[in-house]
């Protein structure tokens, strides 16, 4: 079989999946199911940039996505003056000190010649520098979370519509990862994998503790959406009619429509992104990449800066994570920093990509999809399943409530098995590069 | 090459030092992991490798009914062109190759079906041509590691070394990554030499050695030869190395083109104007 | 061209390049030999950017360059081959050749999205060179192989190619003829006498094999513990006592009792 | 005996993820309830009520409204009971519930943040938000003269909304928190809150967190290191496995749960009659999140969530015969004949506000490695 | 005694929970980084090893419990232990076989395995909680301590208390036996110096005759008691929580690399390095400086607790940025 038939079979049997869905669940589960599946093939598309055409191991996603969530509370949540005038100014200003002493202690470093001397001095900037920044940033905090705690107590947002947040996701993304990226891409070795691990758990930290920039573990509910209310729809007089005319009722009618407006926002994002990586593969640029790849040091010498094209795909892997993670919390209309886990958002966007195909895009869109559907399906397989095993049993054996009880467990059972499958048996993933 | 056709491994550049070490990652596959059965057969040189046809994992074939041989007391030297085989012949003949026709014989007994370890034991030594010390380790330790097959005292055998290469003696405690590129060189026959061989095997002992260097290297081996150890060696430096030979082979694409006396080949215009550079 | 001045490179302790100064003259092939561990490597890794001297200069047209990063001085036209080649394993050797310059339009990824036709004409003008460049080293039936997949000997013809997709003003070859066939290794110095005569391509070629040194260097030089030990042509290197003591030797001791007990 | 018709109640818990261990009990007790409902036959008219779980994950808000949307829309429940954790119990409500409106009735969702969420009158919780429950630690620390205590929380919607709202309380009073730390469940090691918590110091020790998660090993490590010896337990503490854990360490110490009074809880105790761990928290707020979402069908003669959504508060609240836990029949049978009642359940329910329990608590006191009620607040 | 009082309470709080963490984490650490040593990859599946250990420690000791098998004031579970790494080392066994040695004869780089321990990470994850389940289990018993807060008090008639728990002391003793156990066994034995020997060079180990498949099987059995080990040493001291073992990979990795990834070393220095880093910084010294004689206004806490991970990861960064290959230049095994 050539290889554009197979990738067109694959791709026609994850949309026969979702078909299926639609068939024997309903319509409903299956949009939903695809339209995080094309939220889960963006991030997964961000994560081949990194590790398909760099091999950079980011083991941060989480972070990322997280920052993207974080985007669409500050851009689309209502202004509020009052938190502002408390302390808001003073946050930042803190901010600034705190930034101002980094950079100072870096210039330090960089200014005095080694020794004592300079030991000394980058302590006593950095000791400084904390303590001044902590006596503005303590009461200011204070005084913002003091405000109506239980129901905000935060600074707010700036009021924009929430598709704005997209980009703005990326671009928080992108400066996070410019930071880390700086950092462990600029040590004498490569540490990218432990310093994403940690800078996600400390991304996470910082939304679940900082209560003054979006209300911590708190939640933020009810985000404004890109697409109308289920509700609206169902009270539009013109809308019902229109169900009707099609043989829906209003409450199916307008949930679908609803899920289909995502859909084709989600769509739109996602062939655009696709677009980019591609001709950017095509191109002299993926050809240096490649080369990158191939040989470090040789393109070093052949005039590549290696460690600024390592960083610029970072940065733009993570800034897509960053899209992504912005559009799921518009999805879900809320933002919940404690459902951030790295075995959901960090290592099954790993397996995604490893199971689509590194280093192909359209692999990536593939593995993404398939494997969301897995995750979301595999439960109530797993259920059924168990129930077909244990039905011999007797009805209050204790391996059999044993069984079915464990059918949640298989979730990442099943994944590990399809991770090492794939791996052992088409190592270059579903649709492999080139 | 293999890097681009074997999927799993691909790594994709990744140079990440937090997850994966790169440091003494092993290129060599041992045809056969488990030993099959050996067989006697009389008469022979004492070790030959017979007509080998062979190639790495399911590749096509690099050897072409290619043999080699070599008695105590010989030299026996092996030159041709980079990339003719030499040194996948000297894998073959240590069992790192699937040998898919002719055999592998050492003193007197089929050995086609070892696995390396087993090679080892039945007395072959082997000093690679690239990474052939353990770095890591003492001077002693390298030599012990040599000696790992042996369940005997080999006290003894490191004394000879010691007697052999003495600068080693001097520098046993130190680990052998610190010492210069000679000295290396020696650690690494002396490591060979532990498992008090029947037959010494030798890829490119002096490649990137100075001539002072290259000198004494081939003055140790001359010197181990003459306890009677056979000495079987792949050398770029072909005109020095085939002036101590006693027995020469010039492979090309994995065949057998010229053999002789090194003397003969030395002699031979053809020879000298394709492979020793005029 | 190039001036070294009193160079250090100490790993820890242990005084690498101690103290090394030298010049390399415009159109130049010089040699620089000298025993295992003298430091050549580390002297020539502090010239080409892979490290950071502890101390001293180097200048190159007068410019201080100490210290630069690889890509940068690639630009500056310094480039320098591999001991062991680096050939770009999975791409073909065509686009071997074609990665090489530097400031091309496509790699810019805005390009990539806006600029398309740019690209493309660019991409015309880079092939038809490359090619040339395979022509001129006699491996132009290799152009679409994957360059993994070429001998050992045209992998390093194929780095000499890379030199030649730009103006490179001075080249660096890192033992050249280690493991290379004779025969391959006079091609590789044609190639070099050619580049250096029809394009002025000043080298600095490291190398163990006195006949390599002696048809192609005019300056040669010798290092010993991280410092110049000597410096002049291969006959009065040859004929100097530290240099024989150090590096060259007197040749095989145990030969002619070899024979006589053979 | 023969059921005419079949009402599909789902039951979404995290059965993986942070609180897996919890949720187990929690769907028996919701599934108790409608076990008890299918053997009465009372029903509409006899109807039987099957489970059907899913899971939350309690975190993934996506795999969360995924299955809430399947058990919608493919498997066609009516009610649903959960979600628990309130992250993904808001974005189940916005998403799937109300769009579909779908009655959803959570066991353990606290947050006050949902109180305000928008909901159509499709949203309801057994368990009291932590507005009160923070008065009520503050009336119980204030009777024993306790005028300092260190605070420590599980940092998530639950634990920083009873810490806050305790602390409001308790300051009010004219008490002092002297210290409010944070600690992550399921981390590895707590020594440094410990140290704080410790350093801080303070009469009591107020912590608000799970039972099996990191409540428990902080308590443990104050226990061990000497730090506090008495604690106040709040509701996601209180439960026999904390006995289990500490034993007699923890004598002196008090506690509250929403609980009405000792017969309701004993009778729940009794129904479930060890079939599971009836003290695990939130299981008997399960239970009656199950119950009541079938008794406001039977009060609205309807297993349509539009019908029955109104009737939620009135089968919760006064007016009416109250109807304790194990009593579902009767109060079906009241109903049908078109009476009122007041479910008490097993934890006491009272629906105020925006459908929110009101929260009658029982206090305890741990003596001789038992816990004591204390009275009732 | 005011001063007394201070230290014991720095003491306490900060010094002996600090050296148990530790010794925990470097514990783990170890088996970390004798994978990457020795096999060369990070083992993403060493947390979820650990707990697959542990939980078989668990069931043994429930039943020995149940036999009324005991040790007196030491729990049951060291009892059960040699039991748990069999089970432990039986797991790795297959593993490697069925997963890791394919990639092996492949010569499959080293970041392969990486993600393939990955895949491995999610089946364990899923092995253990399908056995044993996601709860909490206790299985500690015996005496619980070796000096409690109260005996301490009454000693000395110091304000402060001073806990040592059975189970610290434990720690502690085990961690110093594995680990002199271990050099003594890498350094001095014939297959220890073949383990390095393989680490240092796999080609010239097999030239030299050693069974690279015999080396890899040690490396398991090390690693497997290792794991196991750590694994039942902390969830002795706090509590056996199949979750819990995954969240720990993090500061177990971070302890290995601060130390310098493949050196044993550097796997105990990262250990104790992070665990103090973790409660140092983030203690408020309020009480300490009251007994000093201060009358500090707030805690004096350089940071909340909450930032504690933070802490010990930004530590790592600077460790790394003037030793680029950790604190013991990670050189292999
Ligand atoms: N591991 C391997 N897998 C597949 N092919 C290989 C492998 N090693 C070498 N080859 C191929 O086998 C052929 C012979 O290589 P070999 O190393 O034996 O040459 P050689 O004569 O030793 O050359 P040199 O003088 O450069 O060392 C070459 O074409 C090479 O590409
Ligand atoms: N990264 C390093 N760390 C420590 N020592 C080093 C390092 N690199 C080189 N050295 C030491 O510095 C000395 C000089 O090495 P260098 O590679 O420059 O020698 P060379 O002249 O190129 O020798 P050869 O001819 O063998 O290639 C050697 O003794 C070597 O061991
Ligand atoms: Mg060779
Ligand atoms: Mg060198």
Known sequence: MSAPMKNTLLFAFVAGLIVLTGFMQSWNSALLIMNMGLISAIMAIGVNLQWGFAGLFNVGVMGFVALGGLAVVLVSTDLRPEAWAAGGWGIILALLLGAATVVAAVLVSQRVPKGAARTLAMLAVLIGGFFLYRAVFDPNVSAVEAINPAAAGNIGGLGLPVLLAWPAGALLAAGAAWLIGKTALGLRSDYLAIATLGIAEIIIAVLKNEDWLARGVKNVIGLPRPVPYEIDLQGDAGFVERAAGMGLDPVTASTLYVKVGYSVLFLIVLLILLWMAQMALKSPWGRMMRAIRDNEVAAEAMGKDVTRRHLQVFVLGSAICGIAGAMMTTLDGQLTPGSYQPLRFTFLVWVMVIVGGSGNNFGAVLGAMLIWFLWVQVEPIGLWVMQLITSGMAEDSALRLHLIDSAAHMRLLTMGVILLLVLRFSPRGLIPEK | MSDSDNPYQDGRGNKDRSITNTHGVGTMTPAHRKSGATSRVEGGPFLIGDTMTGGYGKGPDILHECTVAVDPGEIAVIVGPNGAGKSTAMKAIFGMLDVRSGSVRLDGEDITQLSPQDRVTKGMGFVPQTSNIFTSMTVEENLEMGAFIRRDDITGTMEQVYELFPILKEKRHQPAGELSGGQRQQVAVGRALMTQPKVLMLDEPTAGVSPIVMDELFDRIIEVSRTGLPILMVEQNARQALEIADKGYVLVQGRNAYTGTGKELLADPEVRKSFLGG | MIVVEDVHKHFGGFHAVDGASLEIAKGSITGLIGPNGAGKTTLFNVIAGVLEPTSGRVTMDGEDITGLPPHELFHKGLLRTFQIAHEFSSMSCRENLMMVPGAQSGESLWNTWFGRKRIANEERALAAKADEVLEFLTISHLADHKAGQVSGGQKKLLELGRTMMVDAKIVFLDEVGAGVNRTLLNTIGDAIIRLNEERGYTFVVIEHDMDFIGRLCDPVICMAEGKVLAEGTLEEIKANEQVIEAYLGTGLKNKDQLEAGA | ?377 | MDFLNALVALSNFVLIPGIAYGSQLALGALGVTLIYGILRFSNFAHGDTMAFGAMIAVLVTWWFQAMGIGLGPLPTALLALPFAILGCVALLLVTDRLVYRFYREQKAKPVILVIVSMGVMFIMNGLVRFIIGPDDQRFADGERFIISARDFKQMTGLDEGLTIKTTQGITVIVAVIAVVLLFWFLNKTRTGKSMRAYSDNEDLALLSGINPERVVMYTWLIVAALATTAGVLYGLDKSFKPFVYFQLLLPIFASAIVGGLGSPLGAIAGGFIIAFSEVTITYAWKKVLQYMGAEPSGLVQLLSTDYKFAVSFVILLIVLLFRPTGLFRGKSV
């Open chain 4, 1 to 377: 005996g023969s059921h005419s018709k079949e009402v599909k109640i789902g039951i979404i818990l995290g059965f993986t993820g942070p609180i897996e261990s919890l949720t187990p009990s929690m769907a028996d007790g919701a599934e108790l309830a409608m076990k008890e409902v299918t053997d009465s036959g009372m029903l509409l008219d006899g109807a039987s009520v099957t489970p059907v779980r899913a899971d939350s994950t309690c975190i993934d808000a996506g795999a969360a409204t995924a299955a809430a949307e399947r058990l919608i829309t493919s498997d066609g429940v009516s009610g649903i009971v959960g979600a628990d954790c309130s992250g993904v119990t808001g974005a189940i409500l916005s998403n799937v519930a109300v769009p579909n409106g779908v009655v959803m009735i959570s066991p353990s969702a606290t947050s006050p943040a949902l109180s305000d969420a928008e909901d159509n009158g499709l949203f309801f919780r057994t368990a009291p938000s932590d507005a009160r429950q923070g008065a009520v630690i503050t009336e119980i620390l204030m009777d024993q003269d306790i005028k300092e205590v260190a605070v420590t929380y599980t940092n998530n919607d639950y634990g920083k909304g009873l810490a806050d709202s305790f602390q409001q309380a308790f300051e009010a009073a004219g008490g002092t928190v002297t210290i409010s730390a944070a600690h992550e469940d399921g981390k590895a090691d707590y020594s440094a809150e410990v140290g704080a918590l410790a350093s801080a110091g303070g009469d009591r020790l107020v912590v608000a967190g799970y039972v099996d998660q990191g409540g428990s090993g902080i308590v443990r490590a104050a226990l061990d290191s000497g730090a506090f010896d008495t604690f106040h337990f709040p509701d996601g503490m209180v439960s026999e496995k904390l006995l289990e854990n500490f034993g007699t360490e923890i004598d002196g110490s008090s506690g509250a749960h929403p609980s009405p009074s000792e017969e309701l809880s004993n009778a729940y105790a009794e129904l479930v009659d060890g079939a599971f761990d009836s003290t695990s928290p939130f299981t008997p707020e399960s239970y009656d999140a199950a119950a009541l979402i079938m008794l406001a069908m039977q009060a609205a003669g309807s297993m349509d969530s539009g019908d029955y959504k109104d009737k939620v508060m009135e089968v919760a609240n006064a007016p009416g015969e109250q109807i304790g836990v194990g009593e579902l029949a009767k109060g079906l049978e009241i109903l049908k004949n078109g009476g009122d009642i007041d479910y008490v359940g097993a934890t006491g329910v009272e629906l105020i506000g925006p459908g929110e329990a009101a929260g009658n608590y029982r206090e305890i006191a741990y003596e001789g490695g038992d816990d004591t009620t204390a009275g009732y607040r």
